[in-house]
């Protein structure tokens, strides 16, 4: 078991956009593998004097009501859709009023996931966007964020889950969140480390990381019997070498804080610059401080 509450709901914020199908997906997956319920959140933000009035006759609460109807229609429609992808999964669902970022965020603290959407932004050097909340989230919520990008090939689906790791205490709760995803996905876990260019390529520096990988994975093996592990070490900047080799992956699995997976780099500003170029999902877990 994780170090989240077991009995908490898998949390997945949900708009109008297109990319709330994909994060709801991800997220009644996740639940499933978990043995958890899947709570469906929508934040409305009320345009500025549009705050209902107390005579239900009058304008002000007639608009309130139907703005209130609608948040509740599109969260009733992504929950047929996910009750029809998991047949048996208990699904709640929350209309809340405030800005989303805020919403979420309050609701995180009773999660044990916390899932948004993102879709891609097609053109030169395509790029992701996880709009404004996304990144907004990363890093606060005292659990870990899924920012649920739709692999582009389907074959991404099957995939190993990789963890950037470097065996520092910070990246402890990463590798532990990683085994259990690969455990309870049945995939193999590939554990990865980034050295930086300079001399990061000579013999003794690729044998300490390795050493560093097999330290960082010490006991989840005994744990987790049935994962079959990978290792390997990387060359160059830690985010672009990151997306590069989590390309099949099923998610791509860091930090949100101290050093773990990126020697020499804070994983605030590697998740951040991540978040423009996972080639699939990205979890950023909370960690430990050094």
Not at 187 to 206: C, F, K, M, T, Y
Request: charged residues 20%; aromatic residues 4%.
């Amino acid at each position: 078991m994780s170090s989240y509450e077991v009995r908490a709901p898998v949390v997945v914020g949900v708009s109008r956009s297109a990319k709330s199908h994909g994060a709801v997906d991800w997220a009644a997956d996740a639940a499933t593998r978990r043995g958890r319920s899947l709570c469906l959140v929508h934040a409305q933000e009320w345009p500025a004097g549009a705050a209902p009035k107390d005579r239900h006759d009058s304008p002000d609460q007639v608009w309130a009501s139907h703005f209130r109807a609608t948040g509740q229609a599109l969260l009733d429609d992504l929950r047929e859709a996910a009750a029809k992808r998991v047949p048996g999964l208990q699904i709640t669902t929350r209309l809340l009023d405030g800005r989303p970022t805020a919403v979420l965020r309050d609701v995180a603290e009773e999660a044990s996931l916390l899932v948004v959407g993102a879709h891609r932004v097609s053109g030169p050097g395509e790029v992701v966007t996880f709009g404004r909340i996304g990144p907004a989230l990363v890093g606060h919520p005292p659990c870990p964020v899924v920012l649920a990008l739709e692999p582009t090939r389907e074959e991404a689906r099957s995939g190993p889950v990789m963890v950037g790791v470097d065996g520092s205490v910070a990246s402890v709760p990463a590798v532990s969140f990683a085994f259990e995803e690969a455990a309870a996905w049945g995939a193999e876990l590939l554990a990865v480390q980034v050295r930086r260019s300079r001399h990061g390529d000579w013999p003794q520096d690729i044998q300490e990381s390795l050493l560093d990988v097999s330290e960082a994975l010490a006991g989840y093996q005994e744990k987790y019997p049935q994962v079959v592990v990978r290792e390997e070490v990387v060359v160059g900047n830690p985010p672009v070498k990151l997306a590069e080799t989590a390309a099949e992956a099923r998610c791509l699995v860091v930090g949100s804080r101290g050093v773990g997976g990126f020697r020499g780099m804070v994983l605030g500003s590697t998740s951040r610059i991540l978040s423009h170029m996972a080639p699939g999902p990205l979890v950023v877990v909370p960690g430990e401080a050094e």
